[in-house]
């Protein structure tokens, strides 16, 4: 199984900066020039909401604050300027193979 | 629009069964491959079952094989997952998720509210 682990488990950031989060897997998920990585939001009862795919590619809707980076193993997510609304546990997902995993998920608060 | 809403959760005796449902609409529900994935009170998400657009071909995790089954009946828009000998540690709100694909490595792009089973005796 690929084992996807992100950092931090938690993080507090200011209102207006920067929130990063990492996810690393186990083993490559990039096959034929595409990272089969997912992030995805989700609040308070509520499903998720999918805000990357392809490892950077923002979803339609999403705002151009969230950017997805990364290859091979290693991802990172960025929110440029947190917003109040971000507050939430974000998780990356792999699609690669099955079992298709998820990461244990990293909650974002503000500080 | 696209929805799915699932349906048929509950409370069952450890050993029991259960049929979840998750209807579709705003879409062509028979092209796209479909997916069912759990979050345990309090945990993450932990992919359950994958079916692809053709129903041809169907994945379970290994902590649910042999007791669950997927299945869709794209004539009605509806998503099944039939479950046997359930157990506590299957307690947990289950969502169906679209595939935006017809086959299955591909991300999920819309998920259901979901439904909660719990399994206690």
């Known amino acids: 199984d690929i084992v996807m682990t992100q950092s931090p488990d938690s993080l507090a950031v200011s209102l207006g900066e920067r929130a990063t989060i990492n996810c690393k897997s186990s083993q490559s998920v990039l096959y034929s020039s595409n990272n089969y990585l997912a992030w995805y939001q989700q609040k308070p009862r509520q499903p998720p909401k999918l805000l990357i795919h392809w490892a950077s590619t923002r979803e339609s809707g999403v705002p151009d604050r969230f950017s997805g980076s990364g290859s091979g193993t290693d991802f990172t997510l960025t929110i440029s300027s947190l917003q109040a609304e971000d507050v939430a546990v974000y998780y990356c997902h792999q699609y690669y193979k099955t079992p298709y995993t998820f990461g244990q998920g990293t909650k974002l608060e503000i500080k | 629009e696209v929805q799915l809403l699932e349906s048929g959760g509950g409370f069952v005796q450890p050993g029991g069964s259960l049929r979840l449902s998750c209807a579709a609409s705003g879409f062509t529900f028979s092209n796209y491959a479909m997916n069912w994935v759990r979050q345990a009170p309090g945990k993450g998400l932990e992919w359950v079952s994958a079916?692809?657009?053709?129903?041809?071909?169907?994945y379970y995790a290994d902590s649910v094989r042999g007791r669950f089954t997927i299945s869709r009946d794209d004539s009605e828009s509806i998503l099944y997952l039939q479950m046997n000998s359930l157990r506590a540690e299957d307690t947990a709100v289950y969502h169906c998720?679209?595939?935006?694909?017809?086959?299955?490595?591909?991300?999920?792009?819309?998920w259901g509210k979901g439904t909660t089973v719990t399994v206690s005796s």
């Open positions: 998720a679209k595939v935006r694909a017809t086959v299955t490595n591909y991300y999920m792009d819309v």
């Open positions: 079916i692809t657009g053709s129903g041809g071909s169907t």
